[in-house]
């Protein structure tokens, strides 16, 4: 199952942020077991991550470890600083079609 979600415009700090998101974001998240697929930016702005996951049950089950992880807390002010935290996105759960 794939979790996609597109954020809107996090700024004019792209490189900050892009920064922020590999070097503290991407290590937790795979670390507890979610597999990274991708980040992408449109014209506007916008930011789509997409992040693999056994299913639906397993993604909600990572996610929690991930908020809960000394090191999400820890940077939350560099996330925030770097326009990751708090933005309005839209989240798809895809599964695969074969």
């Known amino acids: 199952m794939i979790r996609m979600r597109i954020y ?3 700024g004019s700090d792209h ?5 922020v998101f590999y070097e503290l974001v ?3 998240h ?8 991708g980040r992408y930016c449109d014209q ?7 992040w693999l996951y056994e299913n639906e ?13 000394p090191v999400t807390t820890e ?10 935290h708090g933005l ?3 989240e798809y759960f895809l599964d695969s079609t074969d």
Do not use: W
């Not at 506007?44 to 997409?50: K, Q, S």
């Open 30 to 37: 795979e670390r507890h077991g979610a597999r990274f697929l």
């Open 8 to 10: 809107e415009s996090q």
């Open 75 to 84: 940077n939350a002010i560099y996330r925030r600083q770097a326009g990751l």
């Open 44 to 50: 506007e702005g916008r930011v789509v991550v997409m």
């Open 26 to 28: 991407k290590p937790v």
């Open 57 to 69: 049950a397993a993604c909600h089950a990572i996610q929690r470890t991930v908020a809960e992880d």
């Open 88 to 90: 309005k996105f839209t």
């Open 15 to 19: 490189d900050s942020a892009d920064r």
